[in-house]
């Protein structure tokens, strides 16, 4: 008896250490954290010249892994960019947001740099931290193929954490935590999911299997639904509204007298109403952002006329011009005054000119304000199928243009100096 409760005693003794050990190994071996790569938009025009060209490349990876009361980042270069310095800021825009910026020095050393920004503007220097982050020497990497620089920062609790993350080409070259830095290239947006469970890799660099969604799928922020609202009242407004406008001038006035009154009801009252509530919210948007106005090509043209701005103003100088030519006619001429003639050019310009500054809005802008990739393949093929149809529709009614002064040759006959050729 006492030799069969020993043998029992040293089996669940052996089973139990064994069980410990196993579960210590578990645990040893199995952390928290996640993991995300920046989609870089290429731009399509160079998607055009070179087919071959992948619509995204990952230029940098973030992964976090937690560490007890300490979250270890790591920001990593793909190798698809030279690398002159790499940050994440936790939150969900770059205003107002913590921000560690790192890059490597000549000498072998990083230099980790906490920052923040009340605008999208270069990032200072933050003295006092919310939470202070430490370079991680061990899990950093500056060799030109493998560039990866870590961060060991106090853990708030949260098991999911909003991060914006930015890629620059070009170094510091200064060790200094205030030192200046050039622009980033690229910017991204993601969600870290800080309990999502991962084999830890060799280093403690932990690298989940599931990537973390991009910024493609989070939700819209206040300030980019604004800027897609924005986009809808503009587009309908400035390329739907004015051509339907123009292109009933060109095709009815020939056949009824009361072409005039559709003209005007979808170039001013539709139109006007659509672009003045688009650039309201264009405006608000920056505003919400916290972005500098004016500050690219969507909003000033390379030698600084404002081009969103000029747009605007643009459009009203051809309302005005328009409300002129029709109440105030020249008396004592047979032909069609060069003001009509000026009138209808002037407003194919201001159409181009929107085409254009949708354009730029949708595949510059976009990203660029928001950090997302760029809108489908889709929308580009629609905008350039309503680029060709637009001045082929407008090119067909201008088959119409000899019956028209027909008209009005015979009405300036019929009626002396009263001219019938408004535009």
């Not at 994440?88 to 920004?117: C, H, K, Y």
């Not at 090509?297 to 969103?308: A, D, E, F, I, S």
């Not at 949708?358 to 309503?386: C, H, M, Q, S």
């Not at 027909?406 to 050729?421: H, I, L, P, V």
Request: hydrophobic share 40%; charged share 15%.
């Amino acid at each position: 008896m006492h030799l069969l409760t020993s043998s029992v005693l040293t089996f669940l003794a052996l089973t139990s250490q064994s069980f410990a050990t196993e579960l210590w190994a578990r645990q040893s071996t199995t952390t928290t954290g996640d993991r995300t790569c920046m989609q870089v938009g290429i731009d399509r025009e160079c998607i055009d010249e070179n087919p071959l060209i992948e619509r995204h490349l990952q230029t940098m990876c973030v992964s976090a892994t937690v560490n007890g009361s300490t979250i270890d980042y790591t920001l990593s270069s793909t190798g698809a960019n030279t690398v002159g310095w790499m940050g994440v800021g936790f939150g969900q825009q770059m205003t107002n947001s913590p921000m560690v910026i790192m890059w490597s020095n000549s000498d072998g050393s990083i230099t980790l740099s906490q920052r923040e920004a009340s605008a999208h503007v270069m990032p200072t220097v933050v003295n006092n931290p919310p939470r202070v982050a430490t370079l991680e020497q061990s899990l950093s990497s500056t060799s030109s193929n493998n560039v990866q620089y870590a961060f060991s920062i106090p853990a708030n609790g949260d098991t999911t954490q909003d991060i914006v993350f930015a890629f620059g080409t070009t170094n510091p070259g200064s060790a200094a935590v205030d030192a200046s830095l050039q622009q980033h290239i690229e910017t991204g947006i993601a969600q870290l999911d800080l309990t999502r469970q991962s084999d830890s890799s060799t280093s403690g660099n932990t690298t989940p299997p599931n990537q973390a969604s991009s910024g493609t799928d989070m939700p819209l922020l206040p300030y980019q639904r604004l800027i897609v609202v924005h986009a809808i009242f503009c587009v309908v407004g400035f390329l739907v509204f004015l051509p339907a406008g123009a292109l009933i001038a060109r095709y009815l006035r020939t056949f009824t007298p009361t072409w005039f009154s559709g003209h005007w009801i979808l170039q001013f009252a539709l139109a006007g109403s659509t672009i003045v509530i688009g650039f309201a919210l264009g405006v608000q948007a920056v505003n919400q952002a916290g972005v500098e106005h004016l500050d690219d090509r969507h909003k000033v043209k390379p030698n600084n006329m404002r081009l969103g701005v000029a747009l605007f103003v643009l459009y009203f100088a051809q309302c005005g011009l328009g409300a002129i030519i029709h109440r105030f006619k020249p008396k004592g001429i047979n032909y069609r005054p060069p003001q009509n003639y000026f009138h209808a050019i002037f407003g194919i310009f201001i159409v181009a000119l929107a085409l254009y500054q949708v354009r730029i809005g949708y595949n510059v802008e976009w990203p660029k304000a928001t950090g997302r990739a760029p809108l489908p393949n889709g929308v580009d093929i629609i905008f350039w199928i309503w680029v060709a149809l637009l001045p082929l529709s407008y090119g067909l009614g201008l088959g119409f243009l000899k019956k028209q002064y027909r008209q009005e040759r015979e009405a300036r006959q019929a009626q002396g100096d009263k001219d019938y050729g408004e535009e």
